[in-house]
C-alpha cells in the first residue's frame, strides 16, 4: 500500500509538471533529495518523508509564477511577496489533512519552511519527533535545491548553509555533504528533443518558442515530461538545441567528500 501511495503520488506530480514546471519540477528534485537522505537513515517512516517531499510545493500552486521566479533566481521578494511565499505550506498541510492517513505527512508539509532554531529540544511525542525530522528534511532539501538552482557546486551550496546558524538541522546537512551526487558527474550533452530519452537531466530552463516554460533547470525527464516536450515540439516549437546531463540524480556516501 506505501510503494501504490508513493506510485500514485509520483504520476501526480508528474502530471501536474505539465501545467506547472516550476512548481512540481522542483517537487521531483527534492523528493530524490530526501530519498538519498533516508536511504542513510532507514527510517520505517521513509515512505511519509518522500511523499512529503514529492507533494511538499503543492501550494504554491496558489502563488502568482513570478514569485517563484524571483525566488529560484535569488531575488529579493518584496514583503508581500514573501508572506504570499511563506503561506504556501499550509496551503498543502490543509490539502493532505483531507486525505486519511496522512496526518504526519500534513504536519511535514505544513512545517517545511521553519529554521531549526524554532524546533524544541525534545517532542512531545513519537507522531511530533516524525513530523519534526521529516520537516527538518524539507527544509535541508527544498533550500539545497534553491541554492544549486542559483549555481554553485554541491561541496560551496553545503557550506554556504552550514554557516546559517540556526538555520539547519547539521546532522542532515553533514549527511547531504557525505553525499556523492551521480548527476554531477554525468557528461553534458546538447540535443535536439528528438534525441532526448527519458533519465536526462535538464541542464537550464527549456522554453517552447512561445517563451512558455517547459521543464526546468534541474528536472529529471520521465515519459510524462517527454511526452509534454513532444507536444510543445509539434505545436508551438521548442528552442534548441537543448542542453541535459546524462543519468537521473542517484547518490551514494562519498568517505572522502572535498571540494
Not at 524544541?120 to 533550500?143: F, N, P, T
Not at 539545497?144 to 538555520?167: A, C, E, I, L
Request: proline share 4%; charged share 20%; glycine share 8%.
Amino acid at each position: 500500500m506505501n510503494e501504490t501511495l508513493k506510485g500514485s503520488m509520483k504520476v501526480l506530480s508528474e502530471l501536474l509538471s505539465q501545467s506547472n514546471p516550476t512548481v512540481f519540477g522542483a517537487g521531483a528534485r527534492i523528493k530524490d533529495l530526501v530519498a538519498l537522505l533516508c536511504r542513510q537513515e532507514q527510517s520505517p517512516h521513509d515512505w511519509q518523508y518522500e511523499i512529503a517531499a514529492v507533494m511538499s510545493q503543492i501550494g504554491c500552486i496558489t502563488l502568482p509564477p513570478d514569485i517563484l521566479h524571483k525566488l529560484y533566481a535569488g531575488v529579493k521578494l518584496s514583503p508581500e511577496e514573501r508572506q504570499m511565499y511563506e503561506q504556501h505550506p499550509d496551503v498543502g498541510r490543509k490539502l493532505f489533512a483531507h486525505i486519511p492517513g496522512m496526518d504526519l505527512v500534513a504536519g511535514m508539509v505544513g512545517m517545511q519552511l521553519y529554521p531549526m532554531a524554532e524546533y524544541e529540544e525534545e517532542a512531545v511525542s513519537l507522531d511530533d519527533a516524525v513530523i519534526c525530522r521529516g520537516a527538518q528534511m524539507l527544509k535541508v532539501a527544498i533550500d539545497y535545491d534553491m541554492f544549486k538552482y542559483q549555481g554553485g557546486s554541491h561541496y560551496d551550496t553545503v557550506q554556504r548553509m552550514k554557516k546559517m546558524v540556526g538555520v539547519y538541522n547539521l546532522e542532515l546537512l553533514n549527511i547531504l555533504e557525505g553525499l556523492k551526487l551521480k548527476n554531477e558527474q554525468g557528461k553534458v550533452v546538447t540535443l535536439q528533443v528528438k534525441d532526448i530519452r527519458t533519465g536526462m537531466v535538464a541542464e537550464e530552463d527549456v522554453f517552447a518558442n512561445n517563451g512558455v516554460l517547459v521543464i526546468p533547470q534541474g528536472q529529471v525527464v520521465t515519459w510524462h515530461i517527454l511526452q509534454g516536450l513532444y507536444n510543445f515540439s509539434k505545436q508551438v516549437g521548442i528552442q534548441e538545441p537543448i542542453c541535459l546531463r546524462m543519468g537521473a540524480i542517484e547518490g551514494e556516501v562519498n568517505e572522502n567528500a572535498s571540494p
